[in-house]
């Protein structure tokens, strides 16, 4: 069973939910989440937060954590995942920020760069990958990446897989 699938069984059969705030994945991940039917039942917001202002009216991130970090930092995707589940008083929450391309990559942020944050009942955790391809692959995979960790974390009851 695939990993959106695997999410949709255990979310259903735990009678929880999801939401996820999303960056430079745009609404995918959220897209994938409605693709299954009856995903109302586990899934009923999601916040496309683009801007770092949107990051922080929509989800709390602070300034300071925008200013000292960026927007693709592990700081910041904990904070849009938290502020996700808080908002969406969901039991999981998934942030995702990146730079997808072609252009925004610096030496320590390349293109390709996206991070994850994942909340979840009793903590969190933060996750890094660098994707190749161009905007629609790192998109893709950034996606694909999402769903198997969150499928890995709600099936492990939130223990770090």
């Known amino acids: 069973m695939d990993a959106l699938h695997t999410i949709a069984r255990n979310l259903t059969k735990k009678r929880q939910t999801v939401s996820c705030a999303e960056s430079c994945t745009g609404g995918l991940l959220a897209a994938a989440f ?8 586990w899934f009923d917001q999601s916040f496309v937060t683009y801007s770092n202002k949107a990051k922080e009216d929509r989800l709390g991130v602070l300034p ?3 200013l000292e970090h960026g927007a ?3 700081q910041t995707v904990y904070e849009m995942a938290r502020g996700a589940k ?4 969901a039991d ?5 920020s990146g730079i997808a391309g072609p252009g925004g990559g610096s030496e320590s942020k390349p293109v390709g ?3 994850f944050g994942f909340a979840f009942p009793g903590g969190s955790c933060e996750a890094m990958r660098r994707f190749d391809g161009n905007r629609e692959s790192v998109r893709a995979q950034a996606v694909a990446f999402a769903l198997e960790r969150l499928a890995g974390l709600i099936e492990n ?3 770090a897989v």
């Open 72 to 74: 693709v930092s592990r």
């Open 34 to 41: 409605t693709s299954v039917a009856g995903s109302s039942q």
């Open 157 to 159: 009851g939130g223990d």
């Open 64 to 66: 300071e954590t925008l």
């Open 86 to 89: 808080a908002v969406a008083q």
């Open 92 to 96: 999981y929450a998934v942030g995702i």
């Open 113 to 115: 760069t996206v991070w």
